[in-house]
């Protein structure tokens, strides 16, 4: 789900692109899990299935997988509850990658973050857009944030997700 904010600053082009990426993901999710969808209410809080006693948020193959690294989301660009946040009600996070899902505890990521990055104040996250331009080594452990948003996120290595007790699901 893309909120209205994030609309009115991204181009048509990269909301489809991105609406698309985690629409398959879920798609594929749920057909290799048969993963109970969420409710409209729940998709609001960052669940979009429930399996057994688990409240999961899927989040799609992106670029970063690719080189090794992982977007982490603790505000969104409204400044509220991101994915990672402690106050969003999944209890876990499946990463698709490009053969299978990494699902971990989400507060297990959350403290494996802080643990990295520290914790975040407005004075400790950079604002800039595309700041992984350069590679993801220069952004690596900090926070971030965008220009004219209000979110806040980290970058970690693929290698600190799989260290964290998780599942494979392919």
Known sequence: MISNKAKSLSSQAHIHHSLNIGREAERIFKEITDAIPSTQIQNYLHIDFNLGDK???????KKSHESGYILVEFLNV???????????????????????????????????????????????????????RDGYDKVLY????????????????LFDLTSLPHDTIA
């Open 55 to 61: 409240a999961i948020d899927v989040k799609g193959y």
């Open 78 to 132: 409204q400044g509220k509850a991101g994915w990672c946040s402690s106050e969003s009600k999944n209890t876990h996070i499946a990463f698709q990658m490009k053969d299978c899902f990494i699902l971990v505890e989400k507060r297990n990521l959350r403290e494996k973050c802080i643990s990295l990055c520290g914790n975040f104040t407005p004075q400790t996250v950079l604002r800039g857009n595309r700041l992984h």
């Open 142 to 157: 900090k926070w971030l944030g965008r220009e004219k948003r209000e979110d806040v996120f980290c970058y970690i290595k």
